[in-house]
């Protein structure tokens, strides 16, 4: 026999964690990088400074076409996030789910999916960012949480 859950159940599961958000999260900021293009006048620093056509994809950094140089600028959006900093706390997904290299575990909203996509790394803790900045790489993708797996989002972040 199925089980019908009113939806103001849900209504108020998700009010309570949305709460949760506010008092225990924290301002971070996800680095993600913009391609700006800008006009030069001499256009002869287009040698790599490593023999290999792959010299784009080591360093990055600038590059000349025909007048034109293609700069490589970090980007900061801020995001409101929990962040578990011992894996004990991390919440389980399965019962054998080993993350050997995870630091830390960060939850947020499904609406800032396509924010955590687009970025390269996390920069924790905005507040204390003038004392240590603590910058994180994510560890595979981002897995919906929650009932109904709709409106959270967990992560995986390891030290850069």
């Avoid at 939806?7 to 709460?19: A, E, L, N, P």
């Avoid at 287009?46 to 034109?68: A, E, F, S, Y």
């Avoid at 630091?103 to 996509?117: A, R, V």
Wanted: proline share 6%.
């Amino acid at each position: 026999m199925p089980v019908n859950i009113p939806q103001s159940v849900f209504d108020k599961y998700f009010d309570v964690i949305d709460s949760t958000f506010d008092i225990f999260g924290v301002t971070c900021q996800l680095v993600s990088i913009e391609k700006k293009e800008v006009i030069i006048k001499t256009p002869d620093n287009n040698l790599p400074n490593i023999n290999t056509i792959n010299d784009h994809r080591r360093g990055g950094g600038d590059r000349n076409r025909g007048t034109k140089t293609i700069k490589e600028v970090e980007v900061l959006t801020d995001i409101k996030l929990k962040v578990y900093w011992d894996a004990k706390q991390f919440i389980r997904i399965a019962p054998n789910l080993v993350v050997p290299d995870a630091e830390i575990q960060t939850i947020s909203f499904m609406s800032d999916l396509p924010k955590f996509q687009r970025a390269k790394a996390l920069i924790v803790h905005k507040g204390i960012k003038d004392y240590k900045e603590m910058r994180f790489v994510r560890i595979g993708d981002p897995i919906p949480m929650g009932l109904k797996q709709n409106r959270y989002l967990g992560c995986f972040w390891k030290r850069a």
